[in-house]
């Protein structure tokens, strides 16, 4: 026999959840803790984070200038 999406399943019908509806509560759960973990960071974690990722990227920077120069440099000394 098919279940029909229409009917509610059994446990829906004696009064239960289901459990979608449950899982669907839990994810709801978990996107409030996280929320509230990102709303508990204070604001001088947050500067200290982004100075650390700022500077990170600009070395980053500064790395991938020194290697294009240096790959510029090797190719010019091949002659091409």
Known sequence: M???YLQPS????RGGESSSK??????EA???????KLERKS?????TSA??????FRQQLLIQR?????NY??????GL
């Open 30 to 36: 978990d996107v409030g803790k996280k929320t509230e």
């Open 43 to 47: 604001t001088e974690d947050i500067n």
């Open 66 to 70: 020194l290697q294009s120069i240096e």
């Open 73 to 78: 440099e090797k190719m010019l000394s091949r």
């Open 51 to 56: 100075d650390a990722f700022i500077k990170n």
């Open 22 to 27: 449950r899982e669907k509560r839990n994810a």
């Open 2 to 4: 098919r279940k029909s």
């Open 10 to 13: 059994k446990e829906e019908a």
